[in-house]
C-alpha cells in the first residue's frame, strides 16, 4: 500500500503521472484551493506538456474524487465538506476495525513493538514540523497492521478510502491538536495489541478515526472547511 501523501502512480505514461502528481500536491498544499477552477492550458504550460495527458491526469484525479468535472464549466477542485468527511470516516471506520480484527491473529510481540517505533518516529517528524514525514510514517503504521488481514478486498478498499481521506488528513495535520491525537491514539492501539485485547484495539482504532473528524469540525466548522488549506 502506498503512502498518505502520495497516492498510486497512474499507468497511463510519464506525462500523465507528471501532471497527475504535480497538480494533486497542489491541491493538497492549497495552491488549488477547494472550488479552484483548474484551467488545461494552464496545467499544461506549468507541466510543459499539452492537452492529452492533461485531460487524462484530471480524470485520475477526478476518480479519486479531488477533481469535479462539469459540461461547458471544466474541472475544478472538489469541495471539502463536513457531511462527505463523517460518511467518509464512517465507512473507513467499518472496513479498518475489521482488517485489524483479522491482523491480531498473526502479530508477534516483535511486530507490536516495530509499530511502537514507527509511530514514535512519525511524532517525532511531526513535532519539527515535517509534515510529509510524519504523515508516511503515521501510514506506514496503519498500512502495517491491514498487510496482516490477509484479505486483498480489505486492503483494496482500505486503499481506495485512504486516497479519498488524502485532504482532509493533510488538513488536519496542521491544526494544533493533531499531534497530541496522533501520539495518544496509536500507543492506546499499541497498548490494546500487547496486552491481546482485541476489541480494546479495535475501539482505540475508532477513537482515533473518529477524532480527525472531531478535530477538524472543532478546529475549524463547516463555514471555514471549505476554504481552508
Known amino acids: 500500500m502506498v503512502s498518505q501523501v502520495t497516492s498510486s502512480k497512474p499507468k497511463s505514461g510519464h506525462l500523465v503521472e507528471t501532471v497527475y502528481q504535480s497538480t494533486r500536491a497542489q491541491i493538497l498544499d492549497g495552491t488549488y484551493p477547494p472550488g479552484a477552477p483548474l484551467r488545461l492550458n494552464r496545467l499544461a504550460e506549468e507541466n510543459e506538456v499539452s492537452l492529452i495527458p492533461v ?7 477526478e476518480s479519486e474524487r479531488f477533481v469535479i468535472s462539469e459540461i461547458n464549466k471544466g474541472a475544478r477542485v472538489a469541495p471539502l465538506s463536513m457531511q462527505s468527511l463523517e460518511d467518509l470516516y464512517r465507512v473507513r471506520t467499518l472496513v479498518e476495525v475489521e482488517a485489524l480484527r483479522l ?3 498473526f502479530m508477534e510481540p516483535e511486530f507490536i513493538n516495530s509499530l511502537d517505533t514507527t509511530i514514535t518516529e512519525a511524532v517525532r517528524e511531526l513535532e519539527a514540523n515535517e509534515i510529509e514525514k510524519g504523515l508516511i510514517l503515521h ?8 498487510a496482516l488481514s490477509g484479505s486483498e478486498w480489505l486492503c483494496h478498499m482500505i486503499e481506495v478510502l485512504w486516497a479519498h481521506s488524502d485532504r482532509y488528513i493533510h488538513l488536519a495535520s496542521l491544526q494544533q491538536n493533531f499531534v497530541c491525537s496522533v501520539d495518544d491514539h496509536h500507543h492506546a492501539i499499541i497498548d490494546c495489541l500487547l496486552n491481546k485485547d482485541v476489541e480494546g484495539a479495535a475501539k482505540s482504532l475508532a477513537r482515533d478515526l473518529q477524532g480527525t473528524v ?3 469540525r472543532d478546529e475549524l466548522g463547516q463555514a471555514d472547511l471549505q476554504q481552508a488549506v
Open 139 to 146: 501510514r506506514a503504521f496503519h498500512d502495517s497492521i491491514y
Open 103 to 105: 491482523a491480531t491473529d
Open 55 to 61: 485531460r487524462e491526469a484530471l480524470r485520475l484525479l
Open 214 to 216: 472531531e478535530l477538524l
